[in-house]
Every structure is written in structure tokens, then in C-alpha cells.
């Protein structure tokens, strides 16, 4: 319970008694202690309130937040607010309240209150930022997801911009900044700020080029920055510059095939795959209710907890849509009609796909190929199908689908197979030999297989 008024005698003894206790206290004990000595001396005591505040609202005997841990870090921020101004911890205190109370504040659909308290945040560190004259200022990036979450892309491209221009003259470890790059990158795109983020997408490529060369970063993350170079290169019509890119991928691809990788990794390229795979042009779809879309560009553990669950949510019935639209897609006489479903069923597929894959890759690291190979595969069957009741149609998306699946393979360290996609793809799209007849693409394309996709 609080302690909204004075305190007696008795209460501040039972206080430092279990403060005092040589036994284990419990973090509800701690908190109750520390309200009722905030009160005799809050200089001292208001501080470590707000630290077991947010300590006592995850229950780390279960794994996950108390039911009442959206009060507890309300009762933190409102303590940290009225910590002295003078106290040097108060404002790194007051921000990880904040921070913590607004994670909780999205968790409960209070968007609204949650990007304010962000805003709050990012105030604390702009008055940082001129005080110390450190140039990047602390909540931009947690600000800039927030605008993007709620479908503000100019206002979030202007803060990934503000951030990325301070830090990149003080970057000093490029695996950290091909993160950021990748934010600033999908808040460019987002925003329509098309030539802004092909220029920060190739100075992603030559980075991790380097990285590749000089063996301080993976092959396999230098690969999938060239792939989502060429299409976004592609997307905006730049279409001979994304197949040049898409040579350059061949290239690497064919070494990751012949040789592996160089020298063995962490395993933080698939996370690197997962992230830029939303960008192939498997646009979302916000979900029925309107809420928000996660943040492109970066992983799901910096996205609001509400983004997160409804992404996760959207699984089920978008399974149920494949489902229903794939029993209709061959129901019809005529090949237009045939190719329209066939079409509609292949973007609802890719999207169940690119979604299945980004939240079994952040939730199971090594299993996920396992739980998403499936659907990769009917993709890649879905596509072969449209191919044959339409050439002309078909030829692309099976390119896209056949992409998809070989970057997913490399994700799985696949890499032979990986490249047979991959050089398939690459014939469709007229960039090598034609994958029909008797030409070496004639085994890689199997007839159709029946079956549920």
C-alpha cells in the first residue's frame, strides 16, 4: 500500500527493521519499506523507491509482468518526478521510469499516453544534449518507432534523421550502426523520401561489404543487403542498378555455396535476415481493429508491446484467409479469373509468411527454420502454378517467391540450396539462363504438388 500522509513512529521502525534484516526481503517488502522512509528522508530514500518500484513490477518467479505493474511504474514516474532537481541521478531516473512506465502504458492500448510520456523522454534528453553538448540526443529513436507505430512517417523520418546525422560522425562499431541504418532506412522509405534512403541503403552495402571483406561481419549479412538494395532499387524503377546489385548477390552467394562462411558467427545474421525481409515489398496490412503496424526496420523486442501482441494476433486469422482463399482459387472456368485468385492468394500467402518468420525467428533463434519452412515452400509451389496459367504474371512473383525462400535458406545456412533459388530467380527475371527445357535450371522446377498451402 502507499503512504499518502504522515507516518508513525512504528511504521518507520518495521521499516528499517526489514531493511535491516539479515533474512531475504521480498521486493513487495522493499517496496513497502522504502514508501514509508521516502517520507522521513526523501533525499535518500524517494531514489531507491523508484528503483524496486519498477523492480517489484516484473515478477521474475513467473517470468512476466504483475497485474498491477502499469500502477507501480505510475507510482515510480510520479515518485522520480518529485526526486530534487539537484539530485544527479534524478534524470536517468526519471527516464528509466518513464521508459518503463510507458512499455507498460502501450501493453494496455493507452497509445496516446504512452507516446507522451515518450515525448517526455525525449525532452529529458534534449535538455541533456545542450547541457552536456553531446550531439545525439537519448529518446529520439523510441520517439521516432512511436510516430512510425501510429503512422506519422514524415514526422518519424525527420527524427531517425536528426539522430542518424549526430551519430554517425561519433559511430564507432559498424555492427552497431548497421542497426540504425537499417531504422533510418525503412522510416525514409516509409516517409517517401525515396532517393534519402537508397543512399543510406548503399552506404549499408558498402559497410557490410567491408565487414565481409576484412572478415569482421558475415557474408551472409553482406548478401542480404545487396538483395534489399536491388529491391528497393527495383520497387522505385531503378531497374538495371537492381540488377547489377542482384549480380553482385549472385556472387556472393555463389561463395557462400562453394566455401561457407569464413569464420563462424553468433548467429545474428538470421535477425539481420528477419528485419530486412518485411522490406521486399510484403507490404502489411494494419489489422481490422486499425491498430498499429510495428515499426519497420527493426526488431520485435524494440517494438511497443501492443504492436508486438497484435502482430502475433494477426497469425491465426491470416492462416484462416490463406486457407479459404486457396480452396476457391482453382474453383473458376476462366484463366483470368484463375490467375486474379491465384494472385490475391499469393500476396495474403507472402504476407502469413513474412510475418510467421519474423516472430518464429525473434521467438525460437535456432528452430525457427523448422516452424516457417513450409510455408516458404507452398509459396514457391503457388508460384509455379500461376506461372503456367499465366507467363507473363507469373514470371515476377515467382522470382520475388523464389528470392524469399533462397535468403530464407541462407538464414537456415542452406547455402547450396540457396543458390539454386536463387540463380532460378534470377533466370526469370531475364538476368540468366531461362529456367525451362533442357538448360541446367530444367531439374530446379518441379511440376506443381497439390496439396494445402
Given at each position: 500500500m502507499t503512504h499518502s500522509g504522515p507516518v508513525d513512529q512504528d511504521d518507520i521502525i518495521r521499516a528499517r527493521n526489514t531493511l535491516l534484516a539479515s533474512g531475504r526481503r521480498t521486493p513487495r517488502e522493499e517496496v513497502d519499506a522504502?514508501?514509508?522512509?521516502?517520507?522521513?528522508?526523501?533525499a535518500s530514500y524517494r531514489p531507491r523507491l523508484v528503483t524496486a518500484l519498477q523492480r517489484l513490477s516484473y515478477d521474475t518467479?513467473?517470468?512476466?509482468?504483475?497485474?498491477?505493474?502499469?500502477?507501480?511504474?505510475?507510482?515510480?514516474?510520479?515518485?522520480?518526478r518529485t526526486i530534487d532537481p539537484a539530485e544527479p541521478a534524478r534524470e536517468d531516473l526519471l527516464y528509466g521510469a518513464l521508459d518503463s512506465c510507458q512499455r507498460r502504458l502501450y501493453a494496455a492500448g493507452r497509445r496516446a499516453d504512452g507516446l507522451a510520456l515518450r515525448a517526455e523522454m525525449l525532452a529529458l534528453g534534449r535538455a541533456r544534449a545542450a547541457r552536456t553538448g553531446d550531439p545525439v540526443v537519448r529518446g529520439l529513436e523510441s520517439w521516432s518507432a512511436g510516430l512510425s507505430e501510429d503512422g506519422r512517417y514524415a514526422e518519424a523520418a525527420d527524427a531517425m534523421t536528426e539522430l542518424m546525422e549526430a551519430f554517425l560522425p561519433v559511430a564507432?562499431?559498424?555492427?552497431?550502426?548497421?542497426?540504425?541504418?537499417?531504422?533510418?532506412?525503412?522510416?525514409?522509405?516509409?516517409?517517401?523520401?525515396?532517393d534519402e534512403a537508397l543512399d543510406v541503403f548503399a552506404?549499408?552495402?558498402?559497410?557490410?561489404?567491408?565487414?565481409?571483406?576484412?572478415?569482421?561481419?558475415?557474408?551472409?549479412?553482406?548478401l542480404y543487403a545487396l538483395i534489399g538494395y536491388a529491391q528497393l532499387l527495383g520497387t522505385h524503377g531503378r531497374r538495371e542498378q537492381a540488377a547489377a546489385v542482384r549480380q553482385k548477390a549472385l556472387a556472393v552467394l555463389t561463395e557462400l555455396a562453394a566455401t561457407g562462411e569464413r569464420r563462424s558467427w553468433s548467429g545474428y545474421q538470421s535477425t539481420f535476415w528477419a528485419v530486412l525481409l518485411p522490406r521486399s515489398g510484403a507490404v502489411g496490412e494494419p489489422p481490422a481493429d486499425g491498430g498499429p503496424l510495428p515499426p519497420s526496420g527493426t526488431t520485435p523486442m524494440e517494438w511497443s508491446p501492443d504492436a508486438r501482441q497484435r502482430h502475433s494476433d494477426s497469425l491465426g486469422p491470416l492462416r484462416e484467409a490463406v486457407d479459404a482463399l486457396a480452396a476457391r482459387a482453382t474453383t473458376d472456368s476462366s484463366e483470368d479469373a484463375v490467375t486474379r485468385r491465384l494472385t490475391e492468394l499469393i500476396r495474403l500467402h507472402r504476407l502469413l509468411t513474412v510475418r510467421s518468420a519474423v516472430h518464429w525467428e525473434d521467438r525460437h533463434h535456432v528452430l525457427f527454420p523448422d516452424r516457417v519452412r513450409p510455408l516458404f515452400d507452398d509459396g514457391v509451389r503457388l508460384g509455379r502454378r500461376l506461372l503456367r496459367h499465366d507467363p507473363e504474371t507469373g514470371a515476377p512473383v515467382l522470382a520475388q517467391l523464389l528470392v524469399d525462400r533462397a535468403t530464407f535458406r541462407t538464414a537456415a545456412t542452406e547455402f547450396a540450396p540457396a543458390l539454386t533459388d536463387f540463380r532460378e530467380a534470377l533466370g526469370h527475371l531475364g538476368e540468366g539462363p531461362a529456367p525451362t527445357g533442357s538448360g541446367p535450371f530444367a531439374s530446379t522446377v518441379p511440376p506443381d504438388v497439390s496439396g494445402p498451402v
Amino acid at each position: 500500500m502507499t503512504h499518502s500522509g504522515p507516518v508513525d513512529q512504528d511504521d518507520i521502525i518495521r521499516a528499517r527493521n526489514t531493511l535491516l534484516a539479515s533474512g531475504r526481503r521480498t521486493p513487495r517488502e522493499e517496496v513497502d519499506a522504502y514508501r514509508v522512509l521516502a517520507h522521513v528522508s526523501p533525499a535518500s530514500y524517494r531514489p531507491r523507491l523508484v528503483t524496486a518500484l519498477q523492480r517489484l513490477s516484473y515478477d521474475t518467479t513467473v517470468g512476466r509482468h504483475r497485474p498491477d505493474a502499469l500502477a507501480l511504474c505510475e507510482e515510480a514516474v510520479a515518485v522520480a518526478r518529485t526526486i530534487d532537481p539537484a539530485e544527479p541521478a534524478r534524470e536517468d531516473l526519471l527516464y528509466g521510469a518513464l521508459d518503463s512506465c510507458q512499455r507498460r502504458l502501450y501493453a494496455a492500448g493507452r497509445r496516446a499516453d504512452g507516446l507522451a510520456l515518450r515525448a517526455e523522454m525525449l525532452a529529458l534528453g534534449r535538455a541533456r544534449a545542450a547541457r552536456t553538448g553531446d550531439p545525439v540526443v537519448r529518446g529520439l529513436e523510441s520517439w521516432s518507432a512511436g510516430l512510425s507505430e501510429d503512422g506519422r512517417y514524415a514526422e518519424a523520418a525527420d527524427a531517425m534523421t536528426e539522430l542518424m546525422e549526430a551519430f554517425l560522425p561519433v559511430a564507432a562499431e559498424p555492427g552497431t550502426l548497421a542497426w540504425s541504418l537499417l531504422r533510418w532506412i525503412a522510416a525514409l522509405d516509409d516517409a517517401g523520401r525515396t532517393d534519402e534512403a537508397l543512399d543510406v541503403f548503399a552506404r549499408l552495402v558498402r559497410m557490410e561489404a567491408t565487414e565481409a571483406a576484412e572478415e569482421r561481419g558475415p557474408l551472409a549479412c553482406h548478401l542480404y543487403a545487396l538483395i534489399g538494395y536491388a529491391q528497393l532499387l527495383g520497387t522505385h524503377g531503378r531497374r538495371e542498378q537492381a540488377a547489377a546489385v542482384r549480380q553482385k548477390a549472385l556472387a556472393v552467394l555463389t561463395e557462400l555455396a562453394a566455401t561457407g562462411e569464413r569464420r563462424s558467427w553468433s548467429g545474428y545474421q538470421s535477425t539481420f535476415w528477419a528485419v530486412l525481409l518485411p522490406r521486399s515489398g510484403a507490404v502489411g496490412e494494419p489489422p481490422a481493429d486499425g491498430g498499429p503496424l510495428p515499426p519497420s526496420g527493426t526488431t520485435p523486442m524494440e517494438w511497443s508491446p501492443d504492436a508486438r501482441q497484435r502482430h502475433s494476433d494477426s497469425l491465426g486469422p491470416l492462416r484462416e484467409a490463406v486457407d479459404a482463399l486457396a480452396a476457391r482459387a482453382t474453383t473458376d472456368s476462366s484463366e483470368d479469373a484463375v490467375t486474379r485468385r491465384l494472385t490475391e492468394l499469393i500476396r495474403l500467402h507472402r504476407l502469413l509468411t513474412v510475418r510467421s518468420a519474423v516472430h518464429w525467428e525473434d521467438r525460437h533463434h535456432v528452430l525457427f527454420p523448422d516452424r516457417v519452412r513450409p510455408l516458404f515452400d507452398d509459396g514457391v509451389r503457388l508460384g509455379r502454378r500461376l506461372l503456367r496459367h499465366d507467363p507473363e504474371t507469373g514470371a515476377p512473383v515467382l522470382a520475388q517467391l523464389l528470392v524469399d525462400r533462397a535468403t530464407f535458406r541462407t538464414a537456415a545456412t542452406e547455402f547450396a540450396p540457396a543458390l539454386t533459388d536463387f540463380r532460378e530467380a534470377l533466370g526469370h527475371l531475364g538476368e540468366g539462363p531461362a529456367p525451362t527445357g533442357s538448360g541446367p535450371f530444367a531439374s530446379t522446377v518441379p511440376p506443381d504438388v497439390s496439396g494445402p498451402v
